[in-house]
T-cell receptor
């Protein structure tokens, strides 16, 4: 019940296209769902996060769609750019718990071709 | 505002040895979490420290231990190193305000066990 499943493992998108990465979770106690971007040699950096009281959140070219009944959430990157090429991780956490530990997915390696 | 820093950047040890990794939290943060990221995988939660006390632990054996100091910097100690301990070790700091707080990751320490 602690797993977060992420797909696809890798993704190639043309510049200007839409990148879509999907995640699914099982633990209904999770109530905070962030997406992290990681470049080689760097630590993960928070991109955007959502709580289950909304179905969508948009920040610039990045949008999270959340489906509480299906226990799924996805990241959409609009107008993908070569600079977006990185590994993306979804994660989940239980807010307000004694420990705000993040449960990460396995990552998606995104390559945006010019 | 200074970010999360970790030292050393890279480290090579042999099986059975002990290692200490260090982390300086972002200014103003009172909570530090440690994660292990194996190659091609998402980060796995090791433990979290808040006010110098362990505040939650993941599925890691007791040979993984930590400390948090009064200035909120932290150490991760691993005894009796095994080959499978080879990974990127990430430190993340946050400000515990009773609800979920964004975790800011450092660049990590790359540990290789031979």
């Amino acid at each position: 019940q602690q797993q977060v499943k992420q797909s696809p493992q890798s993704l190639i998108v043309q510049k200007g296209g839409i990148s879509i990465i999907n995640c699914a979770y099982e633990n209904t106690a999770f109530d905070y769902f962030p997406w992290y971007q990681q470049f080689p040699g760097k630590g993960p950096a928070l991109l955007i996060a959502i709580r289950p009281d909304v179905s969508e959140k948009k920040e610039g070219r990045f949008t999270i769609s959340f489906n509480k009944s299906a226990k799924q959430f996805s990241l959409h990157i609009m107008d993908s750019q070569p600079g977006d090429s990185a590994t993306y991780f979804c994660a989940a956490s239980k807010d307000g718990g004694a420990t705000n530990k993040l449960i990460f997915g396995t990552g998606t390696l995104l390559a945006v071709q010019p | 505002e200074t970010g999360v820093t970790q030292s050393p950047t890279h480290l090579i040890k042999t099986r059975g040895q002990q290692v200490t990794l260090r982390c300086s939290s972002q200014s103003g943060h009172n909570t530090v979490s440690w994660y292990q990221q194996a190659l091609g995988q998402g980060p796995q939660f090791i433990f979290q420290y808040y006010r110098e006390e362990e505040n939650g632990r993941g599925n890691f054996p007791p040979r993984f231990s930590g400390l948090q100091f009064p200035n909120y910097s932290s150490e991760l100690n691993v005894n009796a190193l095994e080959l499978d301990d080879s990974a990127l070790y990430l430190c993340a700091s946050s400000l515990n305000r009773g609800t979920y707080n964004e975790q800011f990751f450092g660049p990590g320490t790359r540990l290789t066990v031979l």
